[in-house]
């Protein structure tokens, strides 16, 4: 609809006319083939005013592009710098025995000491399971991800890099 067209930026309304005359933006110049308009649709999926301030810029320009995979990996390549610069640790720390240590219940630096052992021990699972799952395999082969897909992955590194924020190492 004319509306959407308008409200996405691809055309406009000429001012002054004295009738409903719209132009192509040069947003909507861009877009030239099918293809062209299926990669805008999807990059409207991400919201990047929702995303850590860490990502927003970098993650959201490969995902508008397309690039999902790309996106993915670097949105947990940097939950995976917050938590080691967060917590302490050197550069020889990686992945998931990188998240242990810094959630581990009893020793972890990030870990919430007022949390119940069995919450902490499910933080640490979580970041774990999120670097295992989502960064790793892409560090070692192709992974083919769909837009939706993309969006609920970086928008959990997005939720895991504020709580990573929220955290001081001891």
Same mark, same amino acid.
């Given at each position: 609809?004319?509306?959407?067209? @308008?409200?996405? =930026? ?13 132009? $192509? ?12 308009? @299926? ?8 919201? /990047? ?30 939950? @995976? ?5 967060? =917590? %302490? ?5 990686? %992945?998931?025995?990188? *998240? ?7 020793? %972890?630096?990030?870990?919430? #000491?007022?949390?119940?052992? +069995?919450?902490?021990?499910?933080? +640490?699972? *979580?970041?774990?399971?999120?670097? =295992? +799952? ?9 992974? #083919?991800? =769909? ?5 609920? *992955? $970086? *928008? ?8 990573? %924020?929220?955290? /001081?190492?001891?």
């Amino acid at each position: 609809s004319w509306n959407w067209l @308008e409200g996405s =930026g691809l055309i406009a309304q000429r001012e002054g006319s004295p009738h409903e005359t719209f132009f $192509i933006t040069r947003r909507g110049s861009q877009i030239r083939t099918t293809q062209d308009f @299926e990669t805008f649709k999807k990059g409207r999926l991400l919201a /990047r005013d929702l995303l850590h301030v860490s990502i927003a810029e970098p993650v959201w320009l490969l995902f508008i592009r397309g690039e999902y995979e790309t996106a993915v990996f670097q949105a947990y390549k940097e939950v @995976e710098v917050s938590v080691r610069t967060a =917590g %302490g640790f050197t550069a020889a720390d990686l %992945g998931v025995a990188l *998240m242990r240590k810094a959630f581990h219940v009893v020793t %972890g630096p990030l870990r919430d #000491p007022d949390a119940l052992d +069995s919450e902490r021990q499910a933080l +640490s699972d *979580m970041f774990a399971g999120a670097i =295992g +799952s989502y960064k790793n395999p892409s560090s070692h082969r192709r992974v #083919p991800i =769909g837009a939706e897909e993309a969006v609920e *992955m $970086i *928008m959990l590194a997005s939720h895991l890099l504020r709580i990573v %924020g929220s955290r /001081r190492s001891t």
